[in-house]
T-cell receptor
Framework: GEDVEQSLFLSVREGDSSVINCTYT??????LYWYKQEPGAGLQLLTY?????DMKQDQRLTVLLNKKDKHLSLRIADTQTGDSAIYFC???????????FGAGTRLTVKP | DGGITQSPKYLFRKEGQNVTLSCEQN?????MYWYRQDPGQGLRLIYY???????QKGDIAEGYSVSREKKESFPLTVTSAQKNPTAFYLC????????????FGPGTRLTVL
């Protein structure tokens, strides 16, 4: 099947920028998502990007999409301790009900 | 407030027992989904339903069953046939279009004793 891959861990200092990377294999991916999961909680939609876009910015969040390399990234500016969580990359293809998730990147923000 | 609710938050089950997890949404979404999350892994799709009285198997449907008698409700039954049921279960919903964003409930952690 098609895969979505992320590195499992990222650690940054408070105030620094965090960059979480994701690669996917399905070239027919239409929407790509970033979800945040805090301990013991459900997934919270952070942002998403349509596949014909290169970049999307929303306050401290910047999503970059390189469709040629099938690479998606999430940049969090001025990372705070409250940003510590697991971040999931997900993709869905047009006319396909399957949303494919990466394994999640655990972001730890140190004071 | 609109949203998705799951209950209970924590559930304990003895081996050999069936158990049903609740998922309710008041977002007027047509589609609903059940995922299973294991440590260090992404979410895996168990079942999904695009419309009332219809549902489809996902990647790991064996040992699970669902029903969709009402638009707002999509309960998941974990049967005794599921070999490794201890996991975190997440329910989601979306509008009817296939590429619509999915919104998630808070999850139910099931532990088999």
């Amino acid at each position: 099947g098609e895969d979505v891959e992320q590195s499992l861990f990222l650690s940054v200092r408070e105030g620094d920028s965090s960059v979480i990377n994701c690669t996917y294999t399905d070239s027919s991916s239409t929407y790509l998502y970033w979800y945040k999961q805090e301990p013991g909680a459900g997934l919270q939609l952070l942002t998403y990007i349509f596949s014909n876009m290169d970049m999307k910015q929303d306050q401290r969040l910047t999503v970059l999409l390189n469709k040629k390399d099938k690479h998606l990234s999430l940049r969090i500016a001025d990372t705070q301790t409250g940003d510590s969580a697991i971040y999931f990359c997900a993709e869905i293809a047009y006319n396909n009900n399957d949303m494919r998730f990466g394994a999640g990147t655990r972001l730890t923000v140190k004071p | 407030d609109g949203g998705i609710t799951q209950s209970p938050k924590y559930l304990f089950r003895k081996e050999g027992q069936n158990v049903t997890l609740s998922c309710e949404q008041n977002l007027n979404h047509d589609a609903m989904y059940w995922y299973r999350q294991d440590p260090g892994q992404g979410l895996r799709l168990i079942y999904y339903s695009q419309i009332v009285n219809d549902f489809q198997k996902g990647d790991i449907a064996e040992g699970y069953s669902v029903s969709r008698e009402k638009k707002e409700s999509f309960p998941l039954t974990v049967t005794s046939a599921q070999k490794n049921p201890t996991a975190f279960y997440l329910c989601a919903s979306s509008n009817s279009k296939n590429t619509d964003t999915q919104y998630f409930g808070p999850g139910t952690r099931l532990t088999v004793l």
